[in-house]
């Protein structure tokens, strides 16, 4: 009987469309799912006539593998990844591939490469973007790990992925150990920020210009036939137009409480220790907290008191402004996500290709977009950019973008909207085009109640000094780090 070229293991929704995805593209796949009936379920069903075989213990699984063997797991991240592979490393042969296709934290991806490298064994940790539909009909997919890994692994890869328009594929290697995790880490975290800026573009439309759903729904259908087109716009679009059962728009039905998964979290963490300002990211995470206190919020609002938003001026003009300050803000975040992957590369020993990282988002993932080919552009022309923003074409948009970015802030602000992300990134924005910041005075405040030291403009950097500011606290310094 014929070997099957890819074992998977994890039958929910990511899972078995992945499974129907491979098979259409001329792979055999053998399924496993801890729990039996829904390997029958699936081959009763969707699998029915298909290339796809069952497994119900992981003996049978690995035995009806080709070698070298590659089992993919696509499982809760967590404990329940390292109890899989735990069960899997026995039953495994020297130079056999064990893969994670969740969303694993990049630590725990780093972690397991070397653990199970010390068994003999090959590890992938690989992040997968573009929800259900993506893994049926070709996602993003980010792979790191055993660089020995990745031959036998990449032309199941490659031709499961999305494709942009000459055929390049959405997936390539992206470096060692947890390097995959954690680009599709800044991926979801870009994500929140995205989801985020749009969602306060809709704000200002709802309650400043006072827009309906349809007429909102107008303006996100011709954005995305713009600069701004992409997946989360075209999506909007969908949203706003789509209607209940009674024929009212079915958003103004849903209770403004937003989840998350912890990926946006885990980017701001990951930016904290590199000490990276990844503040607009952090604000989108932070508004979903924030949205999840409803009934605290509902309370504040019959005791806070505020403006009541009245807008006064060319509406067709302020609407314009909205999509500047959404793309402007838009290149802040994916700057301020390049800038923190350039960090952890240097930290982790990872040479990244941030053009390929980019063009590996163009297709198949949440964020795809016509302006991701801008940012491999940026890249290809100076693969040492510091920061997206001194690129030509980026700090052209930014130009012209930015008189209507500041007319919306300052008109949200007035009025009592907040738009947490948007101001985040004009902070951002004004702060590192600013050549004189104020950390002098808080340096000074540093060493005056802890002797912490500063820096002098008129000595070299790398000299530090302590002022006695009482006449009381002597001349000891403290010892100089930078947690």
Sequence with gaps: ?????????????????????????????????????????????????????????????VASLEKPRKVMMMIKAGQAVDDMIEQLIPLMEPGDIIIDGGNSHFPDTARRTAYVESKGLL????????????????????????????ESVKPVFQSICAKVEDGTPCCDWVGENGAGHFVKMVHN?????????????????????????????????????????????????????????????????????????????WTGIAALDEGIPLTLIGEAVFSRCLSSMKEERVKASGVLTGPVPAFEGDREQFINDIKNALFASKIVSYAQGYTLMRSAAKTYGWNLNYGGIALMWRGGCIIRSVFLGKIKEAYDNNPALENLLLDPYFKGVMDSAQAGWRRVCAAALTNGIPLPAMTAALGYYDGYRCANLPANLLQAQRDYFGAHTYERTDRPRGEFFHTNWTGEGGDTAATQYTV
């Design 1 to 61: 009987m014929k070997k099957s070229d890819i074992g998977l293991i994890g039958l929910a929704v990511m899972g078995e469309n992945l499974v129907m995805n491979m098979e259409s593209k001329g792979f055999t796949v053998t399924v496993y799912n801890r729990t039996a009936q829904k390997v029958d379920n699936f081959l009763s069903g969707r699998a029915k006539g298909k290339n796809i075989t069952g497994a119900y213990t992981l003996e049978e699984l």
């Design 123 to 150: 590890y992938i940790g690989t992040g997968v973007s573009g929800g259900e539909e993506g893994a049926l009909k070709g996602p993003s997919m980010m792979p790191g790990g055993s660089p020995a890994a990745w």
């Design 189 to 265: 975290g870009i994500e929140y920020g995205d989801m985020q800026l749009i969602c306060e573009a809709y704000q200002l439309m709802r309650d400043l210009l006072g827009m309906s759903a349809d007429e909102m729904h107008e303006v996100f259908a011709k954005w995305n036939t713009e600069e701004l087109d992409s997946y989360l716009i075209e999506i909007t679009r969908d949203i706003l137009a789509y209607k209940d059962t009674d024929g009212e728009p079915i958003v103004n039905r849903i209770l403004d409480t937003a989840g998350q998964k912890g990926t946006g979290k």
